[in-house]
């Protein structure tokens, strides 16, 4: 798996698909995309919708933010060991959600949104495992 996706190419198709990710829960938050397809239909006020959809933009935010890190597109002084483990905790949120995604109420969720945490979940395990050219 490491060396069928070279290094640069998972660090743009993650930062792609989570730039679609953020736009996809932007709409939900603002209401264009109804917020009963996702988090599994299980999500039954607007208050709990806006929290949610909050939560996941910071997420996604904050995971854009150490792979460009990883990448060395964003030159910060932090240590390798914290953007290694920030990176391996998405490696396993994406493969948990990836098997939540699968229960899904809805079968759009379960179509579209399993194949993308999946790849996320490969792709991010891709990027942990490439040696750190960070500080230790």
Do not use: D
């Not at 998972?10 to 736009?23: E, G």
């Not at 932007?26 to 929290?51: C, D, F, H, Q």
């Not at 699968?102 to 379960?110: P, Y």
Request: proline fraction near 2%.
């Amino acid at each position: 798996m490491l060396k069928i996706v070279e290094f640069k190419t998972a660090i743009h198709i993650v930062l792609l698909l989570l730039c679609l990710v953020i736009l996809f829960h932007l709409l939900v938050l603002i209401e264009i995309v109804p917020y009963n397809i996702v988090w599994g239909g299980r999500l039954k006020t607007v208050s709990a919708m806006v929290r949610f959809e909050i939560a996941s933009i910071a997420i996604n935010i904050l995971l854009i933010a150490a792979i460009t890190i990883k990448s060395r597109y964003l030159k910060l002084a932090i240590h390798s060991t914290i953007i290694t483990a920030i990176l391996w905790m998405y490696v396993i949120l994406f493969s948990i959600n990836t098997i939540g995604n699968l229960a899904a109420k809805m079968t759009l969720e379960t179509a579209v949104f399993t194949p993308v945490t999946l790849i996320l979940a490969l792709l991010c395990y891709r990027i942990v495992m490439e040696p750190n050219n960070l500080k230790k």
